[in-house]
C-alpha cells in the first residue's frame, strides 16, 4: 500500500526538524536528504505499528499544510507493504540437515548453528551487516 504525506521540513540550529501532521509524528535530521530519509523511516514505522495494533493507517491530506516562510514543506512516498518486508526481523525456523560427525565437533566446540548459517547466508548473498535499532531499556 503506498501512500504520501506532506511533511514540513523547519530549519533548525542542526539541521531540519520534520513533522508529519497527519500523524502526529516528528522526527529529525542532519541535512535535507537525511531529514527526509528518517520523514520515510518514521512514517513507515509509525504505519506498520498501527497495523500491528489492529488499527489503520489514516489517508494522506489532500492539501499540503500551512507552514512559515522558512519552512520547506513537501511530500515523502512510502510503500508500507516493501517498508515492513524490508524490516521484518522475526526468525523463521529452518530444518537442515548435516553429517553426524560435523555435529558432533561443531556442539563440542560451542558453535551456534543459527548465528553461522545467518552469517553464510549473508556472505553467499554479499549482504553487508547493517546496523541494529535498539529499543531496550537503560539500566540504572
Not at 18 to 25: A, E, N, Q, Y
Not at 54 to 62: A, D, L, N, T, V
Not at 72 to 94: E, H, P, S, W
Amino acid at each position: 500500500m503506498k501512500k504520501a504525506y506532506p511533511v514540513i521540513l523547519t530549519p533548525c540550529k542542526v539541521g531540519y526538524v520534520v513533522s508529519v501532521p497527519d500523524l502526529k509524528i516528528n522526527t529529525q535530521g542532519a541535512d535535507i536528504p537525511k531529514a527526509i530519509e528518517m520523514a520515510r523511516d518514521a512514517i513507515g514505522l509509525w504505519g506498520i505499528t498501527e497495523e500491528d495494533m489492529g488499527r489503520s493507517i489514516p489517508e494522506p491530506s489532500m492539501q499540503l499544510p500551512e507552514h512559515a516562510p522558512n519552512e520547506i514543506v513537501t511530500l515523502i512516498d512510502i510503500d508500507f507493504d516493501a517498508y515492513r518486508r524490508a524490516n521484518d526481523n522475526r526468525t523463521v525456523r529452518k530444518n537442515l540437515t548435516i553429517p553426524s560427525w560435523l555435529n558432533d565437533r561443531a556442539e563440542k566446540e560451542g558453535i551456534n548453528f543459527s548465528q553461522v548459517l545467518q552469517s553464510a547466508l549473508k556472505k553467499q548473498l554479499n549482504i553487508m551487516e547493517l546496523p541494529r535499532r535498539s529499543f531496550k531499556k537503560k539500566q540504572s
